[in-house]
């Protein structure tokens, strides 16, 4: 008998296709989230889930989820899991790193330049019929190459991001929980820096931590005042990373110059002080989102997921101690 399993999110043809080849898959294409009483309910039978990082996988709703073995995120992040619960219980936990490194950085880049370009409001100032003629002081922005970029978190995405910078004439600054090895630093032309170097050299500092309760608010409004008053600032990585009500302050009263952001504290509520902003580029949680990333992506986790079933070690296990834990069924 295939094991049982749920898909909580809409996701693409091709993966269900290649689920049902292993599974008896129960699937929620209606893409509404699932209210956490419906997972519950849901997984009470599941073998697997392939979830996304708008479902919640706690210690209560794993306690009910009696016969889970796999927790497959279609996402990189995972902190919508609790991955110390999952071990305890038993039950692989597994992510989709790699395959929306190169998306996630060029989404990083164009917020950069849009930002840095004013593209957002040009663009509703273009729509809105105001454009009466080419003026020489008209949308003065900043420039984007030979300035000084500063990414905290040089993980895999981190990474990416840096190495586009070569094409800008950058100077690139970075800051890690780990130095980087001497020959990466030095393919990345990425000089270390203590975090708050960074924020007090670069012109664009970029965000690709993690979130976690160590990152949580890893900037605040004083590291905002260390930036310069002409700096830029990008979150693409995880809401929470930035208190986001400081950084309202900030563009408001101009200790920053503008910020590009795809992620919130409260997603989907913003914060609505970003609302009335003009200095701020605004994105729906959407770094990884291309045709080609998204498809990889769901792949991903759903093979995740099946190895995960079959016995076999994931690709992309997050916690290998989980199968000491493991036992079957657990009642
Ligand atoms: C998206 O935010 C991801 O973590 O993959």
Same mark, same amino acid.
């Given at each position: 008998?295939?094991?049982?399993?749920?898909?909580?999110?809409?996701?693409?043809?091709?993966?269900?296709?290649?689920?049902?080849?292993?599974?008896?898959?129960?699937?929620?294409?209606?893409?509404?989230?699932?209210?956490?009483?419906?997972?519950?309910?849901?997984?009470?039978?599941?073998?697997?889930?392939?979830?996304?990082?708008?479902?919640?996988?706690?210690?209560?709703?794993? =306690?009910?989820?009696?016969?889970?073995?796999?927790?497959?995120?279609?996402?990189?992040?995972?902190?919508?899991?609790?991955? $110390?619960?999952?071990?305890?219980?038993?039950?692989?936990?597994?992510?989709?790193?790699?395959?929306?490194?190169?998306?996630?950085?060029?989404?990083?880049? =164009?917020?950069?330049?849009?930002?840095?370009?004013?593209?957002?409001?040009?663009?509703?100032?273009?729509?809105?019929?105001?454009?009466?003629?080419?003026?020489?002081?008209?949308?003065?922005?900043?420039?984007?190459?030979?300035?000084?970029?500063?990414?905290?978190?040089?993980?895999?995405?981190?990474?990416?991001?840096?190495?586009?910078?070569?094409?800008?004439?950058?100077?690139?600054?970075?800051?890690?929980?780990?130095?980087?090895?001497?020959?990466?630093?030095?393919?990345?032309?990425?000089?270390?820096?203590?975090?708050?170097?960074?924020?007090?050299?670069?012109?664009?500092?970029?965000?690709?931590?993690?979130?976690?309760?160590?990152?949580?608010?890893?900037?605040?409004?004083?590291?905002?005042?260390?930036?310069?008053?002409?700096?830029?600032?990008?979150?693409?990585?995880?809401?929470?990373?930035?208190?986001?009500?400081?950084?309202?302050?900030?563009?408001?009263?101009?200790?920053?110059?503008?910020?590009?952001?795809?992620?919130?504290?409260?997603?989907?509520?913003?914060?609505?002080?970003?609302?009335? &902003?003009?200095?701020?580029?605004?994105?729906?949680?959407?770094?990884?989102? !291309?045709?080609?990333?998204?498809?990889?992506?769901?792949? !991903?986790? =759903?093979?995740?997921?099946?190895? $995960? &079933? =079959?016995?076999?070690?994931?690709?992309?296990?997050?916690?290998?101690?989980?199968?000491?834990?493991?036992?079957?069924?657990?009642?």
């Amino acid at each position: 008998m295939k094991p049982k399993i749920l898909v909580t999110r809409e996701v693409f043809d091709e993966t269900l296709a290649y689920l049902a080849q292993a599974c008896e898959v129960e699937s929620n294409q209606n893409d509404a989230a699932l209210t956490p009483e419906a997972l519950r309910q849901r997984l009470r039978d599941k073998r697997g889930v392939m979830c996304c990082l708008t479902d919640r996988i706690d210690a209560a709703l794993l =306690a009910e989820a009696q016969q889970l073995k796999v927790v497959a995120n279609i996402a990189v992040g995972y902190n919508n899991i609790d991955v $110390a619960a999952c071990t305890a219980r038993g039950v692989m936990a597994t992510n989709t790193p790699g395959v929306l490194d190169d998306s996630t950085a060029d989404l990083a880049w =164009a917020l950069m330049l849009a930002a840095a370009r004013r593209l957002t409001e040009v663009e509703s100032y273009i729509r809105g019929g105001e454009w009466t003629g080419w003026r020489l002081k008209q949308w003065l922005g900043v420039d984007v190459h030979h300035a000084t970029l500063g990414i905290v978190g040089m993980g895999r995405i981190g990474q990416v991001i840096a190495r586009r910078a070569a094409g800008f004439d950058m100077r690139v600054v970075y800051h890690n929980r780990n130095r980087l090895a001497p020959d990466i630093e030095q393919r990345l032309n990425a000089a270390y820096v203590t975090k708050d170097e960074l924020l007090r050299q670069s012109d664009f500092v970029v965000l690709q931590v993690p979130y976690s309760p160590e990152t949580h608010h890893l900037i605040g409004a004083a590291d905002l005042k260390r930036m310069k008053p002409t700096a830029i600032l990008v979150n693409s990585t995880r809401g929470g990373v930035v208190d986001d009500a400081a950084l309202v302050d900030a563009l408001k009263a101009g200790t920053i110059r503008a910020a590009g952001l795809d992620v919130f504290e409260n997603e989907p509520r913003l914060h609505p002080g970003f609302l009335g &902003l003009r200095n701020v580029v605004l994105a729906p949680h959407v770094g990884s989102s !291309t045709e080609a990333t998204r498809r990889a992506m769901a792949m !991903t986790a =759903a093979k995740n997921l099946v190895a $995960a &079933l =079959a016995g076999a070690t994931p690709p992309n296990l997050l916690n290998p101690e989980s199968r000491a834990t493991s036992h079957e069924p657990r009642t």
